[in-house]
């Protein structure tokens, strides 16, 4: 959607890619499996086909979360997040916010990006980023939430600052495996 400006805002949600399950390392530095790893790859080819490469990207702390985008911006570009040319990678803000956030907290971090961003994707975990989904489209989101690589499209019908609970309606869906 466009505001007064004529600016059109997306908001991508991307759960992390499939990690792997290890009871005796911490939580935070799991690492994503080798599926995981081609599954975050193939979002970000599916994100660059359809045009939604991002202007800013949020992402959690945690091990597989920064690991998803990382395989995720390889896929958008076939080169590191950090090689490209002058202005075409995005801001990419880790937030320690956004580990085990609640989806209100999530929203705040999206509230607060810079007003000219076209594009945000946020990586995050579950239940948060099912939560902050069913939250902007409590209509059209899934009851069963995100499951790994799940790519939800919002299309915010408001400014960023003003974004709100039912203001940003899901456009598409997609589940990336690579």
Not at 54 to 83: I, K, N, Q, Y
């Amino acid at each position: 959607m466009t505001d007064g400006a004529g600016h059109e805002r997306t908001l991508v949600l991307l759960r992390h890619a499939k990690a792997e399950q290890s009871p005796d390392a911490p939580d935070l530095g799991r690492r994503l499996t080798a599926r995981g790893q081609a599954d975050a790859a193939a979002a970000g080819a599916w994100l660059a086909r359809h045009g939604l490469l991002p202007d800013v990207v949020l992402c959690s702390t945690a091990r597989r979360t920064r690991d998803t985008w990382h395989a995720v911006a390889l896929g958008m570009t076939g080169s590191p997040p950090e090689g490209g040319p002058t202005g075409s990678s995005p801001v990419v803000r880790y937030e320690a916010a956004a580990y085990e956030a609640q989806p209100i907290d999530l929203l705040d971090l999206v509230r607060a990006v810079q007003p000219t961003a076209a594009t945000v994707l946020l990586v995050a975990h579950n239940p948060g980023i099912s939560l902050l989904s069913a939250l902007l489209d409590p209509e059209r989101a899934d009851p069963d939430g995100l499951r790994t690589s799940d790519l939800v499209i919002h299309r915010p019908t408001s400014s960023w600052t003003d974004l709100a609970p039912g203001t940003a309606p899901i456009s598409t869906r997609h589940t990336a495996r690579g």
